[in-house]
């Protein structure tokens, strides 16, 4: 016998009594339609990074914001799951996030400069941080305990096939007319996500008491991410000894360490750092924080090299990562399966030498790389990660008692996002720097005694003198074009040296996966 209530009253039990046990799968696709949404946002908009830089007149320093304003925004809201599910209940908060995600996406449209777009990213990425813990918890809910590992597989799987389908879907989308329309894709299916959430997401229990939520700590982790990230993106351009930066990063760090000391003190902590006490946990974090830089830096400036370095269409750009990304979602469930059978700090340290060799050679392409070449490099650096994020985990939770479970669950995933946000920054800065060196090197050898450089001016010299340009602009027209093989060099040579560092990082972190190993033999 069905029963039949109000929207208003139809929690868990009443919604499983209406539609029987097909609600469970009902309410797991509608948790993934939002979540997938979002994600899908999140990876669209890297490819349009070199069109959306030509639309304002900006450079890598303020495009970056788009990515780095969406992940910071991320980590911080994921914190607020909890207390928006006991607050407001799952399909409160589920309404709420999807429908900040509808009105972000809007903005971001009709962004009319960089600073509303990157406005737009931020509330995109408050949304996509907020719904995604309140669709895992209705999720195990619903659920028995013997079918939560194949309910939330399911839901995993769709979450790493967004990222997949966001870089190719943006790069047609581009061709085909205009980055503005990426922020107006998702709507439909953001409007799905709110009928599909106002039929089936429970609402919240009469009897479910609102969780005590610790906002001054959440304001301090907030303006220590605001301050930091800013400071690191503006020091290139401002000066990094200069008052405004100095200060910047002063306020960061005594931020965090303020956020640090009131969540040793608070009752109620929005994060657990006592977890950080266990060593092998440490160590995860460390190897999290390190894949996160490495994921996220990579997903966004591979789209980026091969269309300002190799002069790839867009919808190429998002080819390139979308091989990789199925080899992934393949290889995951092998690389669950090789968990159970070797120590998990082999596995890290297979995963992280993989994805330092893929970022090597990626190293050494160039303009003349070949297509195939590129995926395949991509391909190696993806399936090392695929291996290193579920020995990360279990390396993680195996630490912990089981009382601390779930304080650790969300403070390893807080690390990986916190890790994406600083490696895309950091990147982008580096990268920068590396470019305004190269530059003034080659500048600097271009002298008299230079053979090629003569050698090249004289063979342009004689060509555009062939095409009829008068002998006063065959010189400058000469000047001008070795100007830009010098900046087109220093670029891509900054891209190269770009990636080499993230090879380097990743074989330092070594040292945090051998301690994994050392903490499991004590």
């Not at 908009?45 to 970056?64: E, K």
């Not at 009131?262 to 009752?267: C, D, F, I, V």
């Not at 340290?349 to 303009?367: I, K, R, S």
């Given at each position: 016998?069905?029963?039949?209530?109000?929207?208003?009253?139809?929690?868990?039990?009443?919604?499983?009594?209406?539609?029987?046990?097909?609600?469970?799968?009902?309410?797991?696709?509608?948790?993934?339609?939002?979540?997938?949404?979002?994600?899908?946002?999140?990876?669209?908009?890297?490819?349009?990074?070199?069109?959306?830089?030509?639309?304002?007149?900006?450079?890598?320093?303020?495009?970056?914001?788009?990515?780095?304003?969406?992940?910071?925004?991320?980590?911080?809201?994921?914190?607020?799951?909890?207390?928006?599910?006991?607050?407001?209940?799952?399909?409160?908060?589920?309404?709420?996030?999807?429908?900040?995600?509808?009105?972000?996406?809007?903005?971001?449209?009709?962004?009319?400069?960089?600073?509303?777009?990157?406005?737009?990213?931020?509330?995109?990425?408050?949304?996509?941080?907020?719904?995604?813990?309140?669709?895992?918890?209705?999720?195990?809910?619903?659920?028995?305990?013997?079918?939560?590992?194949?309910?939330?597989?399911?839901?995993?799987?769709?979450?790493?096939?967004?990222?997949?389908?966001?870089?190719?879907?943006?790069?047609?989308?581009?061709?085909?007319?205009?980055?503005?329309?990426?922020f107006f894709i998702p709507l439909p299916?953001?409007?799905?996500?709110?009928?599909?959430?106002?039929?089936?997401?429970?609402?919240?229990?009469?009897?479910?008491?609102?969780?005590?939520?610790?906002?001054?700590?959440?304001?301090?982790?907030?303006?220590?991410?605001?301050?930091?990230?800013?400071?690191?993106?503006?020091?290139?351009?401002?000066?990094?000894?200069?008052?405004?930066?100095?200060?910047?990063?002063?306020?960061?760090?005594?931020?965090?360490?303020?956020?640090?000391?009131?969540?040793?003190?608070?009752?109620?902590?929005?994060?657990?750092?006592?977890?950080?006490?266990?060593?092998?946990?440490?160590?995860?974090?460390?190897?999290?924080?390190?894949?996160?830089?490495?994921?996220?830096?990579?997903?966004?400036?591979?789209?980026?090299?091969?269309?300002?370095?190799?002069?790839?269409?867009?919808?190429?750009?998002?080819l390139v990562t979308a091989p990789a990304?199925?080899?992934?979602?393949?290889?995951?469930?092998?690389?669950?399966?090789?968990?159970?059978?070797?120590?998990?700090?082999?596995?890290?340290?297979?995963?992280?030498?993989?994805?330092?060799?893929?970022?090597?050679?990626?190293?050494?392409?160039?303009?003349?790389?070949?297509?195939?070449?590129?995926?395949?490099?991509?391909?190696?650096?993806?399936?090392?990660?695929?291996?290193?994020?579920?020995?990360?985990?279990?390396?993680?939770?195996?630490?912990?008692?089981?009382?601390?479970?779930?304080?650790?669950?969300?403070?390893?995933?807080?690390?990986?996002?916190?890790?994406?946000?600083?490696?895309?920054?950091?990147?982008?800065?580096?990268?920068?720097?590396?470019?305004?060196?190269?530059?003034?090197?080659?500048?600097?050898?271009?002298?008299?005694?230079?053979?090629?450089?003569?050698?090249?001016?004289?063979?342009?010299?004689?060509?555009?003198?062939?095409?009829?340009?008068?002998?006063?602009?065959?010189?400058?027209?000469?000047?001008?074009?070795?100007?830009?093989?010098?900046?087109?060099?220093?670029?891509?040579?900054?891209?190269?040296?770009?990636?080499?560092?993230i090879a380097v990082v990743f074989v330092?972190?070594?040292?945090?996966?051998?301690?994994?190993?050392?903490?499991?033999?004590?």
């Open positions: 016998m069905k029963v039949r209530v109000g929207l208003a009253a139809e929690n868990i039990e009443a919604l499983q009594a209406r539609y029987g046990p097909t609600y469970r799968w009902i309410v797991t696709l509608t948790g993934m339609t939002a979540a997938m949404t979002m994600i899908l946002s999140s990876t669209m908009v890297n490819v349009a990074v070199p069109t959306i830089m030509g639309t304002f007149g900006v450079g890598q320093s303020d495009a970056q914001w788009m990515s780095t304003a969406f992940l910071s925004a991320m980590t911080a809201s994921q914190l607020l799951g909890a207390w928006l599910i006991s607050m407001f209940g799952p399909r409160g908060g589920y309404l709420g996030a999807v429908a900040l995600f509808f009105f972000g996406s809007l903005l971001g449209a009709w962004a009319p400069n960089i600073d509303i777009l990157i406005l737009a990213r931020t509330l995109q990425g408050m949304a996509a941080g907020a719904v995604q813990p309140i669709a895992m918890v209705t999720i195990f809910r619903v659920f028995p305990t013997q079918q939560r590992g194949l309910a939330l597989s399911i839901y995993g799987m769709g979450i790493m096939l967004a990222p997949i389908m966001g870089p190719v879907v943006g790069g047609i989308t581009i061709d085909a007319s205009s980055w503005r329309y990426l299916i953001a409007g799905l996500a709110i009928l599909l959430g106002t039929l089936f997401m429970p609402a919240r229990d009469k009897d479910t008491v609102g969780l005590p939520f610790d906002w001054i700590g959440y304001g301090l982790v907030v303006g220590a991410i605001v301050c930091t990230m800013t400071a690191i993106a503006n020091g290139q351009r401002d000066g990094w000894g200069s008052e405004k930066i100095v200060l910047l990063g002063s306020a960061g760090l005594g931020l965090s360490s303020a956020f640090v000391i009131s969540q040793l003190r608070s009752a109620a902590p929005i994060l657990d750092f006592s977890v950080f006490r266990h060593r092998q946990f440490a160590a995860a974090a460390a190897l999290g924080f390190v894949f996160g830089a490495g994921n996220f830096a990579s997903t966004y400036i591979i789209p980026v090299f091969v269309q300002t370095v190799q002069n790839f269409t867009p919808t190429a750009a998002g990304g199925l080899v992934v979602m393949l290889f995951f469930p092998i690389a669950g399966r090789m968990i159970d059978a070797f120590p998990a700090h082999y596995l890290a340290m297979v995963g992280l030498l993989l994805f330092a060799l893929g970022a090597a050679l990626l190293h050494l392409a160039d303009v003349n790389t070949a297509f195939y070449t590129l995926v395949f490099y991509v391909v190696i650096g993806r399936v090392g990660q695929s291996i290193m994020l579920p020995a990360i985990n279990v390396s993680a939770l195996g630490a912990l008692p089981p009382d601390k479970l779930n304080n650790g669950s969300g403070t390893i995933n807080f690390v990986r996002l916190m890790g994406g946000a600083f490696g895309v920054n950091l990147l982008v800065v580096f990268i920068e720097q590396r470019t305004a060196f190269h530059s003034t090197a080659l500048t600097a050898t271009q002298t008299p005694d230079n053979a090629a450089s003569q050698e090249l001016l004289g063979h342009l010299s004689d060509l555009l003198a062939q095409g009829g340009v008068s002998e006063a602009l065959v010189q400058s027209g000469s000047l001008n074009f070795l100007s830009r093989v010098i900046e087109a060099q220093a670029n891509t040579m900054g891209f190269k040296d770009g990636f080499m560092i330092l972190a070594l040292l945090p996966a051998l301690v994994l190993g050392n903490s499991r033999k004590r």
